[in-house]
């Protein structure tokens, strides 16, 4: 790696919820390593992470962004990550390619439910993590509070290594708990100071140096003989504590006033880990392609090349941004890589670092590194590039399932292809969202973590594609079957002066059990249909069938016995017999009870305890029936339940409401049961209406 060891590479991301100040963090990181000459606002959309006309608009990070700087002759590679529940799952495939992890929680708000589940994130993949309690300048801001809060709400110790003087408004220094130096802020910058009368500084140096004596019984024998240890025993003891997580070092600060940051970025360099430190933490690992055999390489130049796509920026004149961590060897312009996901060589061109939108061309990217390459053919999210030489294939990221759906349909007639083509590489960018056209509605189907993550990726389609497209809740898939038996006959005879039509048939139907499907029975005997029009007649209730009788929704779960008919010699023909067939089916299934049938979801639901009586209430006035309550890790509770699909199409934003952003749910088809007859009477005056409109159209 040119100017820099491995050793003194920090990969890491920034997360937290939305607008706890992770963007306006990192624009600060950035602008107190030189990397840019301003400090940008989040406000005035000037920010470097935040450049996506959809992020300067609703001043939320949509998407994670990168920015490479350097400070103190190490290379900080930050990754600025979305901290609204909705685009979730881009910051958990961030947090896949980090070494470690920088959380604000903040003096204000203290810890949400999207920290909390980017902290199970974190915990996922055994990421080192820091603190960095902002506003500490806002009114109201209180810094030991939000300690407390962290530590009950992440189960884990929180060391502080600074302190602020004076909260608020009054903030107006920091004290360095390893040099017991005080510092002052000042226009031009900070200057050192007398140590102030806080009784809060004995108490949480006291706390720190306990708690590295503790790990190390030398340490704990010179720190009962002596009350102290060395400047180079703590730093080591911090760097210790916070890559094994025996707790939480804590920076204090403001990031929109710059104040705090330079002790941020010497924590970072401190406590979080180099792709060296990391790779001893969680071992690289991969699979080899040709026989499956585990194989394990380590983060040095020496070793195979190899690299995770773990992002995709799709651009319509730039084309295919591919976003990758380097995990071993080297990668540089002009050589031939493998991807063992696709089994397809491709061909590196220039290959840059990131800030934020800005590429800047790099001549070399050696282990832990980040780096883009574009117009890779065959490459997407979640692939692997090695070695043609040394395969190795990393196992991919699986993002949740999309939690709600939306039908979408284009403005403009004749444009289907545009959102087609369009929503496909929106999707290379967001491997989060879902997209397909429902073979029963034939509906363009656009699914994903929330109502506001599908409203931006369409957005995106009108600026990048140029195509808008008008979005409603989707069809649900009502299904028709009947409850009695019933015969009847279906005869179809037409007259036009030469050879006419003639086809007759007696049925007889009745109900399967729920999931029976479809059957259907000859019982035609003495040739009183011909053979080669029992299969027309067939053709002919299965098309009925297709159309049902109430509200033109597809039969099911029926048997339907042909048993007698007749036929004439002339005039007879396949087309008359299945027309027959059809006038059967719809006149006989009406005789036999019939009645809609609705989808039902099984349905999870995992809620923290305090919410739990508000879910289930909501449960049952969605006609659902819950089927258990078992507890789950840290303090959660998980409902199972069944709940017809109509009721669960707005569930997410329900949800998100009910439980303060905490709830998580998944569900997945179970069975079909009988609507209500209320509601099914709604639903056939509607399709009725529908009907007589699409009629009047032709």
Known sequence: MPNFEVDKL????????????????????????????????????TTTTDYEPEEIARKISIASAIASCQYNNHKLNIIDTPGFINFLEDTRGCLRVSDGAVIIVSALSGVKAETERIWKFACEFEVPRIVFVNKVDKENADFYTAIGELEKSFDAEAIPLCLPIGQAQDFKGIVNLIFMKAYIFENSGIKETAMPDMPEIDVYRKRLVEKIAESDD??????????????????????????????????????????????LLDAIILCLPSPLDMSRI??????????????????????PFSAYVFKTISDPYAGKLSIFRVYSGAVKADINVLNTNTNTKERIGQIFSLLGKKQIPALLLGPGDLGVVAKLKDTSTGDT???????????????????????IAPKSKGDEEKVSMGLHRILDEDPALRFHRDDESKEMIISGMGQVHIEVALEKLKRKFGV?????????????????????????????????????????????????GYEFVDKIFGGVIPRQYISAVEKGIIEAMHEGVLAHYPMVDTRVMLYDGSYHSVDSSEMAFKIAGSLALKKTAKEARPVLLEPIMSVEVIVPE?????????????????????????????????????????YANQLQSMTSGRGLYSMEPSYYDEVPSNIAQKIIQERAGMKKEEEGKT
């Open 282 to 303: 969680v071992p690289i690992k991969g699979k080899n392609p040709k026989n499956g055999n585990d194989i394990e390489r380590q983060p040095s130049e020496k070793e």
């Open 385 to 407: 590039l090695c070695d043609e030489s040394n395969p190795i294939a990393f196992e991919r990221l699986k993002f949740n399932e999309p939690i709600i759906s939306y039908a």
């Open 468 to 516: 808008e497209v008008i979005m409603h809740t989707p069809k649900i898939p009502y299904r028709e079957t009947i409850k009695a038996s019933a015969k009847g006959q279906g005869r179809y005879k037409k007259q036009s002066g030469g050879r006419g039509q003639y086809g007759d048939c007696w049925i007889e139907i009745e109900p399967l059990k729920r999931g029976g």
């Open 218 to 263: 030398k340490l704990l024998e010179k720190y009962l003989e002596t009350g102290e240890l060395s400047e180079d025993e703590i730093r080591k003891g911090i760097r210790e504590g916070a890559l094994t997580r025996r707790f939480i070092p804590v920076i204090c600060g403001s990031a929109t006033r710059n104040r705090g940051i330079k002790e």
């Open 610 to 650: 305090d919410a739990l009586g508000a879910v289930i209430g909501d449960m049952n006035s969605r006609r659902g029936k819950v089927h258990g309550v078992e507890p789950q890790a840290g303090g959660n509770q998980k409902v199972s339940a069944v709940v017809p699909m109509a009721e669960m199409l707005t």
């Open 10 to 45: 920090r990969t890491f991301a920034i997360i937290a919820h939305g607008g706890a100040g992770k963007t306006s963090l990192s624009e600060a990181m950035l602008f107190n390593a030189g990397a840019i000459d301003r400090l940008g606002n989040v406000d005035n959309g």
